[in-house]
Structures are given as C-alpha cells and as structure tokens.
C-alpha cells in the first residue's frame, strides 16, 4: 500500500510521512515545489528506505489523473 500525502514536505505533511513511514507504510509525497520536495525526499531517504517513499510536483492546473498514473504499481 502506497499512501498519496499532499504536501507532504510541509510542517503539519512531514509528520504524517514521518509517522507513516515508521509504520513501514510506502509514502507518495505530491506537492507543487520541486525544491521542497526534493529537500525532503532527501531527508528521508537519510534515514528510510529510499524505496519506501518517492515524490512527485503537482499542480491544481494539472491532469490529476496523470498523477495517479505515475503512482500505480510498477
């Protein structure tokens, strides 16, 4: 089970990817920054699996459903 977090590399977002996380649980982290989510994507994966949680930049203006493509089991 992969869990979608938006926002995810926000104050209130890390801690529920934190907690997800130390729950073994995969995490999606979809946000608008490239950079933020970069920085987090690279905190984490110091400190889980880097398998364990990827990221993607999204948009309001964008296809949503071209996300959740991206998010599908490989």
Do not use: K, N, W
Not at 2 to 8: E, N, P, Q, R
Not at 29 to 42: D, F, K, S, Y
Not at 43 to 69: K, M, N, W
């Amino acid at each position: 089970m992969t869990v979608c977090v938006l926002g995810g590399y926000g104050t209130f977002g890390r801690l529920i990817v934190e907690a997800l996380l130390d729950r073994q649980i995969d995490v999606a982290i979809v946000g608008r920054h490239q950079e933020a989510l970069e920085a987090m994507l690279t905190h984490l994966r110091r400190v889980y699996p880097a398998e364990q949680c990827r990221g993607l930049v999204c948009d309001i203006e964008q296809d949503i459903s071209a996300v959740f493509t991206q998010l599908q089991p490989q």
